[in-house]
């Protein structure tokens, strides 16, 4: 079964606007990961977070992460038509330190 | 370095045939997963290797998936005989050893239909 379940599975909107993802995960983890993934292509890792951080950014790029509500959110700032990709969230089951990903959610930005 | 290279590409075979997906990952990476992506079950795990030994293939759908790893730059996934449910993409992807270190470099990937 998935370990991690990205929320919603598909996100439209304009250019500009802000893109939230979460994602929900089932037993302890060591880290958290986000993998972008373009159509066709294969996945590139965005950020990781650990366990015991609660915050993290990277360029346009936030994620929180919060491990009493076994949750994460992924958010894109100022979206651009070249962020259209599908987003997927990346948690180490069983504390193993091997990646399981959810179905990720697919984002749409119109220019 | 050219990053995790897999081949081929795109293969469409015939119900019944052998299929072999081929992946040549990051120098130095310790570690090689095999994925498979379908919309119905997006991605999952088959099969990981470190130092070029199994060591989980709980992932592996039914006795006909195989995958090797004969040397730390090449490994293979044979489905023989392939079904039509085995059309997926298949990706495979490498990183580093290390217990804090478990980014994963993704391949293209291998689309592969079976008519």
């Known amino acids: 079964s998935q370990q991690g379940e990205e929320d919603p599975q598909a996100l439209s909107i304009q250019e500009g606007e802000n893109a939230t993802m979460n994602c929900s995960y089932k037993?302890?983890?060591?880290?958290l990961q986000w993998y972008r993934q373009n159509s066709g292509r294969g996945l590139v890792h965005l950020i990781l977070?650990?366990?015991?951080?609660r915050e993290k950014h990277s360029g346009r790029l936030r994620v929180t992460l919060d491990t009493s509500k076994k949750s994460s959110s992924l958010l894109i700032t100022a979206s651009r038509a070249a962020d259209t990709a599908s987003y997927f969230c990346a948690t180490d089951k069983g504390g193993s330190y091997i990646p399981t990903f959810g179905r990720g959610t697919s984002l749409i930005v119109h220019p | 370095d050219a990053g995790v290279i897999q081949s081929p590409r795109h293969e469409v075979t015939e119900m019944g045939q052998e299929v072999t997906l081929r992946c040549k990952p990051i120098?130095?990476?310790?570690?090689l997963f095999w994925y498979r992506q379908t919309m119905m079950r997006g991605l999952e795990l088959l099969i990981y290797f470190n130092n070029n030994v199994p060591i989980d293939d709980s992932g592996m759908p039914e006795d006909r998936f195989s995958a090797k790893m004969p040397n730390a730059s090449f490994s293979t996934l044979k489905i023989q005989p392939s079904e039509p449910r085995d059309s997926a993409v298949y990706f495979c992807?490498?990183?580093?050893?290390?217990?804090?270190?478990?980014?994963?470099?993704f391949g293209a990937g291998s689309r592969l239909t079976v008519l």
């Open positions: 977070i650990r366990s015991n951080e």
């Open positions: 037993t302890s983890i060591n880290n």
């Open positions: 120098s130095g990476h310790d570690y």
């Open positions: 992807a490498s990183r580093r050893g290390g217990s804090g270190a478990n980014v994963l470099t």
